[in-house]
């Protein structure tokens, strides 16, 4: 008997840390496809993206910050309501010497994200920037070698933000051992790091290289990249190089101690048609490696119809998160632009929180009032839009997992069907079971989750929302514990069993009975379609 009960509290405890002993392996997320959408499971708990970008790399090499002073930003940013951070964790920084790694800076990143309860999305900052290798990411050991760089028109040239610009030979069998190498040992330290310090798991996803569209699409021609030896180049071959970095890459990660998600960010607001520069070149190329698990895009566009099509367009291959990776903070509808996203299946990173001061105070004069991307100001105020966007993320926070869970079509949000929130409005939403009539006076943003058999409803003010197609009871104020339970604040009375008035920032969950199934408009419902245009990344 003893023998027995020894085994199942063994079992259980294995189980229970969601990490194989005897292998010393922590699995920590993957993308899951269920009921016709993909979404991501952190810790076996659906967690949808929502989150801010900070640029550890211009804070460090730029601003001449320590990495104390980058405690504030994880302040500011669960005042904001992200639930994880994208931090360039970039090759110079961990391994400047060849083969001595130093940890101390990200030590102290992991200490802070389990200080503030957010996770991080780790930026892979090394050989492949938009087509760039820089020594500010890269070791010298690995950029000095002259026969691993391709030739370029500008090679060796000096930027205040990146240091000296080269473009290494990507797919070099010795550049990518030396590469993959870091990558593992970065992985599997950051595993050793989470088994003493609470099992928290702060990183959960790496994201391959920057914009590694780059090369191929813009700098192929821009630097007229060619190899030393006189070898023929193509614009083809840059992309299949671009392919085989980022496949060998990701397997490295996939192959550490420390089992997480990857991704790659490409630049594009034109969905999946191919790149322009580039017959028979498409995203997907991304996604159908082995390597990548799921594609994200940097659209920068303040466009909600923009947001629309390209999230539908990245939704619709089999087995994809879609993630907007990037996009402004400076835009002042970004609430607007999040409520799209995130209805449609999407996931959302503000780039950024804050904009490093250095990279303000240097830019070039034509891109002087362009460089400022932070939702927040460089020295972390409020700007005119951050509380719409505060509250944005509060509500959808709040309804975490069954955010990440419910599909578009029961899905509602209310009031972005314009660029901005209109301050008297009504507007009525079918879901597949449920009508909302919603009614604002104060230009309010909201939300409902139309789930099996009850509600999740959230207004960014005080509204009012009229439940038809349904018999509706125990209403309740509350939110999702990090476990992905529901915790119950209090009762909330529905007038006439219908009408629920709803108060600024809180989230509601209604048990409701439906009489018929409807034809949903939640996705009709979203958009002007009429395109605005604004340009891309500087």
Partial sequence: MKKSFLIIVM??????????????????????????????????????????????????????????DIEVYFQKAKELGVNCLQIPIYWNLIES??????????DTILKFANK?????????????????????????????????????KYEGHYSVYYGNSYTLIFNDEWILERETNAVKRLMNHISEWDKSNGLQHPVISVQVHNEPDGLARWRYDQLEIKYKDGRPFTREDAWEITLH????????????????????????????????QLTGANPKDVFDLDGIDFMSYDPYVSSIDMIKSNTLAFNSIPGNYSLIAENKGVYENTASLILTAVALGSGYNIYDLATSKFFIDNASPAHKDEIDHGVYTWDLKDKSHTAAVRSVLKGLTAAFPEVALCKAEDFAVFNVDSQFP???????????????SFSTSKAALGFALTRSDYLLVYTTEDAEIQLSNGTFSKSVSGYYGTKGKFVADEKVPLINGCLLKTKKGVLYRIKYTSLSGLISNTVESIGTNSPVFDSQKN
């Fill in 245 to 276: 970095a980022l496949n060998t890459v990701g397997k490295a990660v996939k192959e550490s101690n420390y089992k997480v998600v990857t991704r790659t960010n490409i630049i594009t607001y034109e969905g999946l048609t191919d790149f322009p």
């Fill in 97 to 106: 010497q060849k083969d001595v790694f130093n940890f101390t800076e990200l």
């Fill in 116 to 152: 503030y309860g957010l996770k991080i999305e780790m930026l892979w900052f090394s050989t492949n920037m938009i087509g760039d290798s820089f020594s500010f990411l890269v070791p010298d050991y690995v950029l000095s070698v002259s026969d691993k760089r391709f030739s370029s």
């Fill in 422 to 436: 209109r301050k008297n409005y009504t507007q009525t939403i079918n879901s597949t079971r449920v009508t909302y």
């Fill in 11 to 68: 079992f259980y405890f294995c189980y229970s840390h969601s990490y194989t002993i005897a292998q010393n392996i922590i699995n920590v997320s993957k993308i899951v496809t269920e009921n016709g959408k993909s979404y991501l499971k952190v810790g076996n708990i659906p967690f949808p993206l929502l989150g801010a970008q900070i640029r550890l790399d211009a804070f460090i090499n730029g601003d001449k910050k320590e990495i104390k």
